[in-house]
C-alpha cells in the first residue's frame, strides 16, 4: 500500500478556488451539516469536488466523515447499510415523479486494519478488516489525484493531500501509489482512468499509462459485473470508442474481449453508435454488443449475395454468445445483437432476397440498415451496390401511390347471419 504522506496538505482557503458551497446539493448539504453537528467531520469527496472546480455539473455526491455505518444509519432513517467488502451507507431521498435520488455517505479508510475493533458494532464489520482511519489516510487510498481532494463546508476550503490541484491544472490523470501494487488491488482502476482521461479531455500521466501496459493482463481478474456496468456508463457517455481505441493501444482490449478476434471496423463502429443521442445509447447495449463482435464475423462468414441465411446465423451465434456469456449479458440483448447482425445478411442478398417486402416492415429493418451503411462507408464503398438497392427500394415502396392504395384495400366482407328458426309452440 503507498505510504501515507506525513507533509500537510494544501488547503485553498475559499476566496482563492470557485467550488461554492451554492454549487452543491442541498441533501447533499443537510447531510454533512447533520454529521457535523452530532460532533463528525464530513467532507464533500471525489469526483464532485473535481467536477465543480472543472466548471462540470456533478453528476454525484460523496460524502466522507469519520463515523462508524452504524453511526451513520443511526443518524439517518432514511439509510441502507451496503457492501461486503467496503461498508457504505446509501442515504435515500424520495423525489415526486422521479428516480429516488441516493448520496453515498463513507467512512475514511486507512491503510491497514485495525487492531482493536471492539468498539464497533456487527453492521460495521466487513472482509477488508475494518481499515478507518484518517482523511488523510483515505485521501491516499483513492485511486487518481484528481479523484482524491475534499471540500470542508466548516470554513469552505479545499483540501488536497496527494496534489490533485496539479494535476487538475495540467490536465492529468496520475494513479496513487505504484501502478503495480494498485492495479493488482483493483484491476478496473486500469480503464477507469481511461474512461477518466477521455471523459476530462486529459492526458494520462507516464508512469499509469506504462503501469497500464505492463499489467495489461491483470484485467482478467476483474470482477465481470464491475466492468460490464463501466462499459454501460462509457455507452451512455458517449465514449465506448475512444475509451477502447485507448485500451487497445495499451493491450487492455483483448483481454477483455477475447471474442472479438478482428479489430478493423470495430471502433469506427462504436464511434458511429457514440454520436446517437442520450435516449438512443441508453436503450441499445445491444448495438454495441454486434459491433465489437461484426468484423470478427464478417473475416469468418463473408458478407454478400451468396452467404446462406444458415451459414450466416450460425457464424453470428458464436462471437455473440459467447460475449453475452462472458459479461452476464441477458438472452434478450443477446438475441437483438444477433438479429442486427443478420439483418445485414439479408440486407446483402439485395434484389435476390425473397422476403423484401415482409422485412423491411419489421421493427429491427432500419437498424440493420443503419449498420450495414455504415459498415459499407469503413469499407470503402464495397456494398455501395446494394445500399442503393435498399434506398431504392425503401422509395419506390413509401411513394403517395404505394401508400394510397395500401389505404384502399377492399374492406372484409361479414358473412350474413342466419336467419333465427322459429320456435315451435307446445
Not at 462504436?270 to 447495449?285: A, I, V
Amino acid at each position: 500500500m503507498q505510504p501515507v504522506d506525513t507533509t500537510k496538505p494544501i488547503i485553498v482557503p475559499r476566496p482563492d478556488h470557485n467550488l461554492s458551497r451554492a454549487l452543491v446539493d442541498d441533501d447533499a448539504l443537510w447531510l454533512m451539516r447533520k454529521l457535523r453537528k452530532a460532533g463528525f467531520k464530513a467532507f464533500l469527496v471525489g469526483g464532485a469536488v473535481r467536477d465543480i472546480l472543472l466548471g462540470n455539473e456533478p453528476k454525484d455526491f460523496d460524502i466522507g466523515t469519520d463515523a462508524t455505518p452504524s453511526q451513520i444509519k443511526s443518524l439517518f432513517r432514511n439509510c441502507r447499510l451496503i457492501g461486503r467488502r467496503f461498508r457504505l451507507a446509501h442515504v435515500y431521498f424520495r423525489r415526486k415523479g422521479a428516480q429516488d435520488k441516493i448520496i453515498e455517505v463513507s467512512t475514511f479508510r486507512g491503510d491497514r486494519p485495525m487492531e482493536d475493533t471492539s468498539g464497533l458494532k456487527p453492521e460495521d464489520l466487513d472482509l477488508s478488516g475494518n481499515a478507518f482511519g484518517s482523511p488523510a489516510e483515505d485521501a491516499w487510498r483513492r485511486d487518481f489525484t484528481v479523484n482524491a481532494m475534499f471540500y470542508d463546508i466548516s470554513d469552505f476550503s479545499i483540501i488536497d493531500h496527494t496534489g490533485g490541484l496539479d494535476d487538475l491544472k495540467k490536465g492529468v490523470i496520475k494513479l496513487i501509489g505504484e501502478p503495480d501494487v494498485r492495479f493488482t488491488e483493483d484491476p478496473v482502476r486500469m480503464l477507469r482512468a481511461l474512461e477518466f482521461a477521455v471523459r476530462l479531455d486529459f492526458a494520462i500521466d507516464p508512469g499509469t499509462e506504462a503501469g497500464i501496459k505492463s499489467n495489461a493482463t491483470g484485467i482478467l481478474a476483474a470482477s465481470q459485473a464491475r466492468l460490464r456496468e463501466e462499459f454501460r456508463h462509457m455507452q451512455q457517455r458517449g465514449i465506448m470508442g475512444p475509451v477502447l481505441r485507448w485500451a487497445h493501444r495499451l493491450g487492455l482490449f483483448s483481454p477483455l474481449f477475447s471474442q472479438a478476434e478482428v479489430t478493423d471496423g470495430v471502433f469506427e463502429l462504436l464511434d458511429h453508435y457514440d454520436r446517437g443521442g442520450n435516449d438512443k445509447r441508453n436503450s441499445m447495449e445491444y448495438v454495441y454488443v454486434a459491433s465489437l463482435v461484426m468484423p470478427t464475423i464478417v473475416a469468418s462468414c463473408p458478407l454478400g449475395p451468396d452467404t446462406g441465411l444458415d451459414t450466416a446465423t450460425e457464424a453470428v451465434a458464436g462471437p455473440t454468445t459467447a460475449l453475452c456469456s462472458n459479461y452476464q449479458i441477458s438472452a434478450h440483448i443477446r438475441h437483438k445483437a444477433r438479429e442486427l447482425i443478420l439483418g445485414c445478411y439479408r440486407l446483402a442478398k439485395g434484389r435476390s432476397y425473397k422476403a423484401k417486402a415482409k422485412f423491411s416492415r419489421k421493427a429491427e429493418f432500419m437498424n440493420s440498415f443503419e449498420l450495414l451503411k455504415c459498415w459499407n462507408t469503413i469499407n470503402d464503398g464495397e456494398y455501395d451496390e446494394v445500399v442503393q438497392f435498399w434506398d431504392g427500394y425503401l422509395a419506390e415502396r413509401d411513394t403517395p401511390q404505394q401508400v394510397q392504395a395500401k389505404r384502399r384495400r377492399p374492406r372484409r366482407r361479414r358473412r350474413p347471419r342466419p336467419a333465427s328458426k322459429p320456435t315451435s309452440e307446445s
